[in-house]
């Protein structure tokens, strides 16, 4: 009973971190906005993270676990970096 109800969380997550990612991605591309562009764009690392997450615990393997540490470091890295240069106009000083 334990693994079905497991199976069935991690299945129904991995769907509706899916369709948030379809979310974010027409936000991406259709956001009016440069703010709203670079929302999209976090709001689509921080899902495909989780469905990384997700389907490293779906599968048992641990390389997935690396894999979104990795990318949440270099996405939020990204992410701080378009702030910057949307608020100063360079991202170097």
Do not use: W
């Amino acid at each position: 009973m334990t693994l079905l109800v497991l199976t069935f969380s991690l299945a129904a997550a991995q769907m509706l971190l899916g369709l948030a990612m379809g979310c974010a991605a027409f936000r991406l591309l259709r956001g009016p906005r440069a703010q709203d562009r670079i929302l999209g764009f976090d709001t689509l690392y921080v899902n495909a993270m989780l469905l990384l997450l997700t389907y490293g615990i779906r599968s048992g393997n641990t390389h997935y676990f690396e894999a979104a540490l990795a990318m949440a470091l270099l996405a939020f890295v990204g992410t701080v970096a378009l702030a910057k240069f949307l608020l100063r106009g360079e991202v170097i000083e």
